[in-house]
């Protein structure tokens, strides 16, 4: 791509970016205030015959409460300003690309999605440290080794199919969720999408974990990025296209969809 | 937190496996109240029919008749519409409570039927099943690209047979999404104004044909 237009990508990614946090800066009080009330209209009673409520499987899936994932939304308007412009970036600009992608023959694009992966090992092996996973770190560690010489730079995932070690997602979000700090409100950032307030602060550091990150100069590193989002998408059932034409609201039918997940990947 | 949660997990699956070979070997499992069947049979059955039918059969229309058939044998929708509803289904008159089910039927089978289809040359893989109380869980991934999709069915015995009532994909549940999601909608709106919404999103998915799954190789 040229590369007056990463720029002014950048640009907009950033000053999005900040938009977005000084909106939820400014929104604070609001936030205080509001939550509790949106919280408790939200909350359903366990009513008689509500056999979601009393699940017996709902310690795995719904961690006992039934509403945990629940986050309030004070931001909705902006977000929602937020989730159109992606919306139309997805369907006019992004998606059309990935859409070329697809010309490349598909394990080519499998292997370059894994070796982009790759580079996020030692954000993961870090995460798991950080909440004192010794043996997660241990897999993240031997995937990131085999993967990298044996694997081809990734290209390859030997250390899967030989020993079945699984990738562990982590991320930095989740370990400020392992030591008890809440989602916050519920964000949606440009281009990147759906996101709560510590996801989006935690993504600051995080991008010191990216090997990338030290290897190339900013340009680079924006193109790098979007080229693997653009491939990873070129791989993807058309998940979001799918959603979008079945849910009354996707805006809400996302963001539940989002806090429910991530609530999750915090709790295991 | 991870350790205690570890144990008492461990605890449960063990004492779960305890309770097992106790109480199978001397009395069948319809003596518990449960149907004969096991939950991952009648999952395989759907699951393999519908991919099958997907695979065999070329018209678009007698293709969603005949998955529609299937789903609607194993699925609960009545149960999974309730779920939906959550507090509001007691505020609701039993006309609106039939129209809510019919049209939630419809637009959940399509939105389950969409993610299917998108994964109709994939492997299925079962994972392990689990039964607790009148409950039962079946575990099954998809592989798709460099990932594996965990897709679970949580089942209950009804009329005789163990149905479906919520899918769990990648850990979110469809009904709780879906609750969540209209919830903020009937608090806006109320329930007649949910079910006008519903009308007119099924009315633009009818009118539409659904779109070919873009080849992705």
Known sequence: MEPRLLRRLASLLLSGLLVSLLATAGAMPVLAAVAPSAVAGTLSGPGEDDFIADDPFAEDLYNGELDDAILADPLEPVNRALFWFNDKSYFYLIKPVARGFRLVPEPLRSGVDRMFDNLKAPLRAVSCLLQWRWRQTGVELTRLLVNSTCGLAGFYDPALNWWDLRKQDEDFGQVLGHYGVGGGCYLVLPLLGPSTLRDGLALLPQSYADPLYWMLHRDGLLGCRAGALVNSLSLDADTYESLVREQIDPYLFLRDAYLQRRAAQVRD | ?217
């Open chain 2, 1 to 217: 937190m991870s350790f205690t949660l570890c144990t008492s997990r461990l605890l449960a699956v063990t004492t779960l496996l305890a309770s097992l070979l106790v109480a199978l070997p001397p009395m069948p499992v319809q003596a518990a109240g449960l149907p004969a069947e096991e939950p991952t049979a009648v999952i395989r059955q759907t699951v393999d029919g519908i991919l099958e039918q997907l695979r065999t059969l070329p018209d678009a229309q007698s293709r969603r008749d005949r998955i529609s058939a299937l789903v609607r044998g194993q699925f609960s929708f009545e149960l999974m519409a309730q779920g939906a509803m959550g507090p509001y289904w007691h505020q609701a008159s039993a006309q609106q409570r039939s129209t809510f089910v019919a049209l939630f039927t419809e637009l959940l089978e399509a939105t389950y039927m969409g993610r299917i289809t998108a994964y109709t040359n994939e492997q299925v893989r079962y994972g392990q099943q689990q039964v607790r109380q009148n409950r039962a869980l079946v575990e099954t991934y998809i592989q798709s690209g460099n990932t594996e999709i965990p897709i679970f069915y949580k089942l209950l015995p009804h009329q005789d047979r163990w149905q479906v009532y919520d899918v769990v994909i990648e850990e979110v549940s469809l009904v709780r999404t879906y609750r969540s999601s209209y919830t903020d909608i009937l608090r806006r709106r109320g329930i007649p104004g949910l079910l006008q919404e519903m009308e007119q999103k099924l009315e633009q998915l009818r009118a539409e044909t659904p779109p070919a799954v873009e080849e992705r190789a």
